[in-house]
């Protein structure tokens, strides 16, 4: 645990800037369509967006030695981990599956969000945040009904990520866009949900906004 103890937490950001981490494996999803409008929503209102596909990085997921000791972070893992400490504001775009998130997005928070970095616990054994200063979004689909999903399942996926993850790191508010029965949408219904997408990135970029400079474009090179 010494080697862990030697991180330290990203200092807060300091300008209006997200990232999305797109976590669906296939980019002609309808979770990828969603993650695009809240861009496009979000890009229309003023805010610096970078956006990042999981399945396009190159890491291994697997916490080899759980946390007893530090495993060393491939460039991908140290480029996103970067990211999200700039970032004033997070979304994570996945599907919910088997009641919980796809496998890459689990690893990316098991390598990324490390002890030390984005948590500690004080003398007490008190978690301590590490990633405050910070807001989220979730953007979520899936096949059953949201009610469905919240009663019968409680919600397991947007909690496990909402609460235990990002809440426990420090985002706060951890917002929630969740988006039921994809599968058996119309096209009509699916419009709706692109919209609401978009408007939820127009209502981060203002919140965003608010609390942080807008980062300034690059000089136009001579």
Not at 18 to 37: I, K
Not at 59 to 77: N, S
Not at 108 to 119: E, H, K, Q, S
Not at 162 to 189: D, E, H, I
């Amino acid at each position: 645990m010494a080697a862990v103890a030697r991180r330290s937490f990203p200092p807060p950001p300091n300008a209006a800037r997200a990232l999305v981490l797109r976590a669906h494996p296939s980019s002609d999803s309808f979770n990828h369509a969603l993650a695009d409008q809240w861009v496009k929503g979000a890009r229309e209102g003023g805010l610096s967006v970078e956006v990042i596909d999981i399945e396009s990085l190159d890491f291994d997921p697997r916490l080899h030695v759980a946390y007893r000791e530090q495993q060393p972070l491939e460039p991908d893992l140290q480029r996103v981990q970067r990211a999200v400490a700039e970032a004033a504001h997070l979304v994570l775009a996945f599907p919910i599956w088997w009641g919980s998130t796809p496998a890459g997005l689990k690893g990316l928070i098991d390598r990324v969000f490390l002890p030390g970095w984005a948590f500690r616990y004080d003398e007490q054994h008190r978690p301590v945040k590490g990633l405050t200063g910070r807001t989220a979004r979730m953007l979520v689909t899936m096949d059953a009904p949201t009610w469905y999903d919240r009663v019968v399942y409680a919600a397991s996926a947007r909690r496990q990520v909402g609460r235990a993850t990002l809440g426990f790191s420090g985002y706060s508010p951890v917002r929630q866009s969740a988006f039921g029965s994809v599968g058996t949408s119309t096209p009509a219904q699916r419009d709706r949900m692109l919209v609401s997408a978009r408007r939820a990135g127009e209502m981060d970029a203002a919140a965003v906004r608010r609390g942080f400079p807008v980062p300034r474009r690059p000089e136009p090179s001579a």
